[in-house]
């Protein structure tokens, strides 16, 4: 049977941590890390006679995701309890919104293969989280309810996403706009930001929805791609061999490469949601939405949009620019200094982004002051240093900390534009190498890199090249 047989459909519910101080209906402050079961109060621990009271941070973060998506904010949603018993849920309730979320009716678009595609966003609303457990070989199993009452954000996208890769993409947008706004810090590996997907193939040009499956819980952007290719194959293989698909709940199994089944999905009827008694409905007026709307930055994508224009950048160094908040403040304090953007962004792409993966560390922790990287740039450019020598300066910046000036002064790697003492070096080489000169003389031109790499190599990098170059044409004959 042709591939092309089904369409894939999928849908993102995303769980995003907001960075309120404290919980979302009680004065307990989260901590991740923090000792098991140190955070936690009678209310977040649901016990008798403990009322919620909602916490206003919380709601304008929430207002803030929607006003990113373009979504409309409801100006009255209603706060329902979600019915399960879990061991990690002390209250065996969840405080969700249910048909009356904050937002709805946005959009998100991500760039594909296929070029912009706009994803619907359904909803956005708030809830408080679960506690956590962990299985431990010989100790049995724990539970720690310190995140018991943490505000979360529920993203759910409407079902228009078609591949793993786009579902990545949607993904690491949403985490970028979450950061640029600074109500979630987007760790996928802590928690802060969590993904169910939904997934499930139709007849190619037919509106009817196929029976859905859930994975679950998933923690980065490989596992999300990775999960959804695993089912998508799984539920073909069987509708191509007229088999039914089960609505069924799985997770993903990183390791094994492979979906291990969780439990058969619940209906919403299941969890037998009611009004929640204890809170009122959530009202929010315009000023309080205008309020949330001046707290919004720069997005990424309009951040994009003005490199592009500003420095005149490619779509690709914006893009890699952009992804990270503090990247690319980090790169706009150099490119302003220096008044060089594509050197500027050249510097912070390779060097400094470097260094960031072999350090392991954020843009913030980041041990060379952009306007010290701009003075680097800087020195390089007006002929100072070599490139070479700018390079090795960088490094000693990184390991000390301190001022280009400083560390050139330290190490003695002004540039060499002394005519003079380039041609004595010059000369060495070239008796030193008399079998490459004939060879150059005979036309071998390519060699001319060989012997300014000898000059750099025996200067410590301190050579000007291109006086170098010219002494070595001079000297060889052109």
């Known amino acids: 049977m042709n591939e092309n047989s089904y369409e894939t459909v999928i849908g993102l519910e995303v769980h995003a941590q907001l960075l309120t101080e404290t919980k979302l209906f009680c004065s307990c402050r989260p901590e991740y890390g923090a000792d098991p079961n140190t955070r936690v109060c009678p209310v977040c621990m649901g016990l008798p006679g403990a009322l919620p009271v909602l916490n206003k941070e919380s709601v304008t973060m929430a207002i803030m995701m929607g006003l990113a998506l373009e979504c409309d904010i409801a100006p009255e949603s209603v706060f329902s309890r979600k019915n399960y018993f879990y061991p990690d849920c002390p209250k065996n309730y969840q405080i969700s919104m249910y048909d009356k979320p904050l937002c709805g009716n946005g959009s998100l678009k991500i760039e594909?293969?296929?070029?912009?595609?706009?994803?619907?966003?359904?909803?956005?609303?708030?809830?408080?989280?679960?506690?956590?457990?962990?299985?431990?070989?010989?100790?049995?199993?724990?539970?720690?309810?310190?995140?018991?009452?943490?505000?979360?954000?529920?993203?759910?996208?409407?079902?228009?996403?078609?591949?793993?890769?786009?579902?990545?993409?949607?993904?690491?947008?949403?985490?970028?706009?979450?950061?640029?706004?600074?109500?979630?810090?987007?760790?996928?590996?802590?928690?802060?930001?969590?993904?169910?997907?939904?997934?499930?193939?139709?007849?190619?040009?037919?509106?009817?929805?196929?029976?859905?499956?859930?994975?679950?819980?998933?923690n980065s952007f490989k596992a999300v791609q990775k999960g959804i290719e695993f089912e998508v194959e799984r539920q073909r293989s069987l509708l191509e061999r007229g088999k039914r698909v089960e609505q069924i709940t799985n997770l993903w199994d990183q390791d094994r490469g492979r979906l291990v089944m969780m439990r058969s999905k619940e209906e919403a009827h299941d969890y037998r949601y009611f009004p929640e008694p204890d809170l009122l409905p959530l009202e929010v007026q315009g000023e309080w939405i205008e309020q949330a709307r001046e707290m919004i930055p720069e997005l990424p994508i309009e951040r994009e949009r003005r490199f592009k224009?500003?420095?005149?950048?490619?779509?690709?160094?914006?893009?890699?620019?952009?992804?990270?908040?503090?990247?690319?403040?980090?790169?706009?304090?150099?490119?302003?200094?220096?008044?060089?953007?594509?050197?500027?962004?050249?510097?912070?792409?390779?060097?400094?982004?470097?260094?960031?993966?072999?350090?392991?560390?954020?843009?913030?922790?980041?041990?060379?002051?952009?306007e010290n990287l701009a003075k680097l740039i800087k020195l390089v450019q007006d002929g100072t240093i070599s490139g070479s020598a700018g390079r090795e300066v960088f490094e000693e910046m990184i390991k000390s900390g301190g001022g280009p000036e400083e560390i050139i002064k330290r190490l003695g790697l002004e540039q060499i534009s002394n005519s003079i003492e380039i041609e004595s070096i010059i000369e060495e080489i070239i008796s030193d190498h008399p079998d490459e000169v004939s060879r150059y003389r005979e036309g071998k031109k390519k060699l001319l890199g060989f012997f300014v790499g000898q000059v750099m190599k025996k200067s410590r990098g301190k050579a000007n090249p291109k006086l170098a170059r010219d002494i070595i044409i001079g000297k060889l004959g052109g």
């Open 112 to 218: 594909t293969d296929a070029g912009e595609r706009t994803i619907g966003v359904e909803r956005i609303h708030l809830e408080d989280d679960s506690g956590k457990m962990s299985h431990e070989t010989g100790r049995g199993s724990l539970v720690d309810f310190n995140r018991c009452g943490v505000p979360l954000i529920e993203i759910v996208s409407r079902p228009d996403i078609r591949t793993g890769g786009e579902a990545a993409e949607y993904l690491m947008r949403l985490q970028q706009i979450l950061r640029y706004l600074g109500i979630c810090d987007g760790n996928l590996e802590e928690g802060s930001m969590r993904c169910d997907v939904n997934i499930s193939l139709r007849r190619t040009g037919s509106g009817k929805l196929g029976t859905k499956t859930e994975i679950k819980n998933l």
């Open 309 to 370: 224009n500003e420095y005149g950048l490619s779509s690709y160094d914006c893009g890699v620019l952009c992804a990270d908040k503090g990247v690319a403040d980090y790169f706009e304090i150099v490119a302003k200094t220096t008044g060089l953007a594509k050197k500027s962004s050249n510097w912070v792409m390779r060097e400094v982004m470097g260094e960031l993966n072999n350090l392991a560390c954020a843009i913030e922790d980041f041990p060379v002051y952009p």
